[in-house]
């Protein structure tokens, strides 16, 4: 069995980098919120519409293409 000794002066300095640590963490979503806010990704990304909905026609076609065998011999038993 083992237990574990607490320092005060250890407690201290762990709560001083806990709190750090949820500053960094904060800061990235922060970062992220206002990139969604204040810049214009959905207007840049309205001007790749044609290639993204190319694209995903071709994964579509690459889905039924990989699934129509398999519901053909699961139908045909």
Known sequence: MQAEITFLENT???RVADI????????????????????DWDERLMGYEKYMNRFFCGVIIASSIFFIPICISIFSR
């Open 12 to 14: 201290a300095g762990t």
């Open 20 to 39: 750090l640590k949820k500053i960094r963490a904060i800061k990235p979503i922060k970062q992220f919120q206002r990139f969604i806010e204040e810049s």
